[in-house]
């Protein structure tokens, strides 16, 4: 990977801990951005990939524009250093008495408006409870891979039907129809479905979607308008709050904020969250305890999710 600052232990000498170095590296793809995970320097983070190259006798890495790739060897080895991982977190909170620290990074990926909107407000207090924890929240309009690696836990619209997967249903959540009082002064008024006819709707970008679970808007009514359209859920309430049309949004983007108001309350669009793993990652300790909290989250937060307002507890 780079030229070797460590001592030469000869091929087959293999120290454990250089395990930890090249699961940072493999998880950050950046020397920098695993050393500050590790709280130690880009060199010794160097230092020990290097030495472990020369314990297995061959490259790990290679270096790219964007950062650090796995070579075919580092992507034999990425499931055995995985497994000593898991084995190694076992063993510690196992021998753990009273409070058990938890430490280390998990990449958690989420629908755009879950993770920015919901998960971006709760995940601080987890983070005061672990401090030795990181969280990387992944939100993007966008489908992202377990099996690729890319997140370790992710939570997503459709149940995932890889293997090596474990998989249960998060939770359901409730969308409806808003605009902002100006938009409604400014058009007919809306009683029924049909009158959304002629309205402009804001809405999803049809072949560039990664769900067929937002294929929601042309069912709305018999001739929707849709002049302006989005990836993004985020850009589309941005839109609505420009006075640029109707959305349709999630309960939990839309209850705290004064600037929009509900149209045609009865019409509930129920759809559902995901959330999955790979089946060792579950016996770690830092991915149990994210897992359990967003599961126990999402049961908690209920009335939020569903629109649940008599049932309402303030969090």
């Not at 030795?132 to 993007?140: H, P, Q, Y």
């Not at 929009?260 to 759809?271: F, G, M, V, Y």
Request: with cysteine; glycine share 6%; charged share 20%.
């Amino acid at each position: 990977m780079c030229k070797r600052t460590s001592p030469d232990r000869g091929v087959g000498m293999f120290d454990w801990n250089d395990v930890r170095y090249f699961l940072a590296l493999q998880r950050c793809g950046k020397l920098l951005g695993a050393a500050r995970q590790l709280g130690t320097t880009h060199a010794t983070v160097a230092r020990h990939i290097d030495a472990l190259e020369q314990a297995m006798g061959q490259p790990l890495f290679i270096q790219q524009a964007d950062g650090y790739a796995l070579t075919a060897a580092g992507r034999q080895l990425l499931p055995l250093a995985e497994a000593l991982e898991n084995t190694a977190s076992q063993m510690l909170d196992s021998g753990k008495r009273g409070h058990v620290e938890v430490n280390g990074v998990v990449r958690l990926g989420a629908p755009e408006g879950l993770g920015a909107q919901f998960l971006a407000r709760h995940l601080p207090a987890l983070m005061a409870q672990y401090p030795g924890l990181e969280i990387d929240l992944v939100a993007v309009p966008r489908f992202v891979s377990i099996t690729s690696r890319e997140v370790d836990i992710a939570i997503t619209l459709e149940r995932p039907q890889a293997n090596l997967v474990v998989t249960r249903k998060l939770t359901d959540y409730c969308l409806g129809l808003y605009a902002t009082p100006a938009y409604q002064a400014a058009h007919p008024p809306i009683a029924e479905r049909e009158d959304l006819n002629g309205h402009a709707i804001l809405a999803y970008v049809d072949d560039l979607l990664f769900s067929r679970e937002l294929m929601f808007h042309h069912g709305l009514c018999r001739h929707p308008s849709m002049p302006l359209r989005s990836t993004s859920v985020v850009a589309q309430k941005e839109a609505a709050l420009a006075d640029g049309g109707i959305v349709v949004l999630p309960y939990y983007m839309t209850y705290d904020d004064p600037r929009l108001a509900q149209l045609l309350p009865e019409l509930r669009i129920i759809r559902s969250y995901w959330i999955s793993a790979r089946s060792n990652i579950r016996r770690t300790l830092r991915y149990r305890v994210v897992w359990d909290y967003v599961v126990e989250l999402c049961q908690r937060m209920q009335w939020l999710l569903l629109h649940e307002e008599q049932n309402r507890c303030i969090d």
